[in-house]
């Protein structure tokens, strides 16, 4: 059947159709953002911001230690190592489409990425600053109220800890990977090969997309990691309970984020332990884990080909030069 689907054109037309339901193409543009307009002059403050290291404590991390946009924004490293050389307890995810997940975090304990990007400024073992610390150091560089000014006009002090999530926001969302996963979506036949097709035929069949689905293949909803069988306590750390340090609800107890999927080829280790470095064994486990399916070799090659049309095009990134300090700006401490 899915060699079937993989050939002819009118086929091809009836998996589009099938995959629509469950899948939807990233847009072309920039997506709009609750309560923030998002201004060419605030993404360009809002790269500064994620580049700066000097809005950690230590002046060593920045956004991009752990988001490196070299690396498809992420670190590679099974668990990050933030302020003081510390480990920090799970994976960072890539900030790439990030914009497109419904919550942030593996837990979703963030609603936007505005909310998220308050979180590791503050977290002792990412970046471990203050808001107001980071305030002083924002306002001891001109050049950088000047680029707030501009990033908020008529505000009376846009120098805030509000706007500064909201332009590291603003940049965010404009980091967007389009995939040939999209351009199949959209009508090119040609974008994804006979073998990724039926890939993407197992993924449904098999009820892989009932969690992962929406623009970002993942993203939109919360279940039990181990649905069916929990993995083993290498692969889930018993510790870390997921969603039920958010909710404190017992249902919740290793319940996590359905992960989108864009580029994951790209950004292994996997799972929030990043303890699977193959994806063909994140994929292994999945199928057993979440669905209790024994899947064969070739539908396991089949949905890794599929993941690999969802490895998009990177952002062009060029390196921001940063304002330079001045006698004002509060030293690096830790
Ligand atoms: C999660 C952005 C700094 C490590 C995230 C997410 C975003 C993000 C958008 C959620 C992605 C998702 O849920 O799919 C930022 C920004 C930063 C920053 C804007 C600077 C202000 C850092 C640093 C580190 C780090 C310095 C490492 C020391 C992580 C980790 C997670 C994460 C481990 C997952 C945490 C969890 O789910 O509990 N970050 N990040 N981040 N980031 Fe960062
Ligand atoms: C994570 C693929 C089925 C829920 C992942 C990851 C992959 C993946 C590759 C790792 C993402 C990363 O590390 O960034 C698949 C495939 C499936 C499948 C190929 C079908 C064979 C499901 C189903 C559910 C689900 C049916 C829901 C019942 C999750 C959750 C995570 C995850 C909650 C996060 C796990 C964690 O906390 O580390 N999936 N998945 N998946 N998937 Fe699936």
Known sequence: MAVAFATTAQASDELRNLAKDFFEPLPSTVPA??????????VDLG???????RMSASGVFSCNSCHNLATDGDDNMPTSIGHGWQKGPRNSPTVLNSVFNEAQFWDGRAADLAEQAKGPVQAGVEMANTPANVLA??????????????????EEDPVTFDNFAKAIEAYEATLITPAPFDAWLNGNDAAMTDEQKAGLEVFMEAGCASCHNGVNIGGQGYYPFGLIERPGAEVLPVGDKGRFAVTETVDDEYVFRASPLRNITETAPYFHSGVVWDLKTAVDIMASSQLGADLDETEIDQITAFLGALTGEMPEVVYPLLPAETSDTPRPTG
């Open 33 to 42: 953002l609750a309560d923030n307009i998002v201004t060419p002059e605030k």
């Open 47 to 53: 790269k500064a911001l994620f580049f700066d290291p």
């Open 137 to 154: 150091t924002l306002n001891s560089m001109p050049q950088y109220v000047e680029w707030f000014e501009e990033s908020f006009p008529g």
